[in-house]
């Protein structure tokens, strides 16, 4: 090791829109997914289980990827993509709770999407308490869906920004002399 800090590639001027918009399409795939089969009775078909593991695993990467300007030339490239790798892995017990869920009786209340998304789901409850839809229709499983995936993104973006806040915090100052 020759001691000497590699500088970031150049960034576009669209690279900090790439990852929220990422985010985006997948969470606009899933409800698309999950209103063609929203018409099935009981779970869903097994056809189903690829498209939320690929919607699931792009958006833990966009919630990571989205704040990754702020470690931005405070610790090289490698360590980015690590710290970025560390981030995803933090975003795991998300995918647990977004996974395990309880089950609802029928005729019983509506679930909760604080149940699955433990960090916003109060404010996306809120939401839809405001709102004027009925539960068990159509339109109310679409839009619990498209809350419950969005609501995972942001809980990735927020353990995300806390990490690299705390790697600039931390690794920048040690940078700054070596370099």
Do not use: H
């Amino acid at each position: 090791m020759s001691g000497k800090i590699v500088a970031s590639p150049p960034r576009s001027r669209f690279s900090l829109v790439i990852p929220p918009l990422a985010a985006v399409v997948a969470c606009v795939i899933w409800v698309g997914t999950a209103r063609a089969v929203s018409g099935t009775i009981g779970p869903a078909p097994q056809s189903v289980l690829p498209v939320f593991i690929l919607v699931i695993v792009t958006l833990a990467v966009a919630g990571a990827a989205t704040p990754l300007p702020l470690i931005s030339g405070a610790v090289p490239v490698r360590r980015e993509q690590q710290a970025m790798l560390a981030a995803v892995a933090a975003s795991v017990p998300f995918v647990f709770a977004l996974l395990i869920n309880p089950d609802r009786w029928p005729g019983g209340p509506a679930p909760l999407i604080a149940d699955s998304v433990p960090v916003f789901g109060w404010l996306f409850d809120g939401i839809m308490n405001a709102l004027p839809l009925t539960a068990d229709t159509p339109a109310y499983k679409l839009l619990f869906s498209a809350f419950g995936v969005f609501g995972f993104y942001l809980e990735c973006v927020l353990v995300a920004t806390a990490l690299y806040a705390a790697l600039r915090l931390i690794a920048a100052p040690g940078l700054r002399e070596e370099g």
